[in-house]
């Protein structure tokens, strides 16, 4: 079966410091994956999404990037943390066909302090 | 992507059938209705699809109206730990570039069952 690996589950960091989340999906191949971030009280915000090893989407212009150094891996990561970077971070996978259900991680809880 | 409605909150009484309504009045021939929910602190949970038929599986059922214009996912015998976030979601059949999807949450359902 597949399964979807997320750290860490909480982190705090200071203003200016960077950033990297780390995501991997085991039990299957060439995935798509995503990252979402859920403010407070808000709905989930897509942030990226990729179809294959170094091909990455952006929805919103943000202090984030991400990355896919391989096949089931992706990164989400920041040079500078801002206040406004804080927030629930969850990653996501699906396979490549269509109805294919998102799968999600049990998330990062992100405070810039 | 259509957008859909749902409302703030519902309770339900545990043991009792939980009824959660959707309306995505603007929804068009391709999309079809997926159902996620969020217990706190977690990740969101696949829970069911559908495009025009009734669809069940061992968590729930998705009845959706002749004209798709809603839907209603039905938790047949809820429980304590079906207290969540429910999240109703239109999607576009075969995504886009490539099958990826840009699924739209919206502030979803809250649901609270009741002991």
């Known amino acids: 079966s597949q399964t979807i690996h997320q750290w860490p589950a909480t982190l705090v960091q200071p203003v200016g410091s960077p950033l990297s989340l780390e995501c991997t999906v085991e039990g299957t191949s060439n995935p798509n994956l995503y990252w979402y971030r859920q403010a407070a009280g808000r709905g989930l915000q897509l942030l990226f999404y990729s179809v294959g090893i170094g091909q990455i989407s952006s929805e919103v212009p943000q202090n984030l990037s991400a990355s896919r150094p391989q096949d089931r891996q992706f990164i989400l990561s920041s040079k500078k943390l801002l206040l406004s970077d804080s927030g629930f971070y969850l990653c996501?996978?699906?396979?490549?066909?269509?109805?294919?259900?998102?799968?999600f991680g049990n998330g990062t809880r992100l405070t810039v302090t | 992507d259509a957008k859909t409605t749902q409302p703030p909150s519902m309770d339900c009484a545990e043991g009792r059938a939980a009824n959660l309504p959707c309306n995505h009045s603007?929804?068009?021939?391709?999309?079809?209705v997926y159902w996620y929910r969020q217990i706190h602190s977690q990740g969101p949970q696949y829970i069911i699809h559908?495009?025009?038929n009734n669809e069940t599986n061992e968590m729930a059922s998705l009845i959706i109206t002749e004209d798709r214009k809603s839907s209603t996912l039905i938790l047949p015998h809820a429980t304590l730990r079906d207290t969540a976030v429910y999240y109703c979601i239109v999607r576009v059949k075969g995504g886009t570039q490539g099958g990826s999807e840009k699924l739209v949450f919206g502030k979803g359902m809250k649901l609270t069952v009741n002991p």
């Open positions: 603007t929804i068009s021939g391709n999309e079809y």
């Open positions: 559908g495009l025009k």
């Open positions: 996501a996978w699906n396979r490549g066909s269509y109805n294919s259900p998102l799968h």
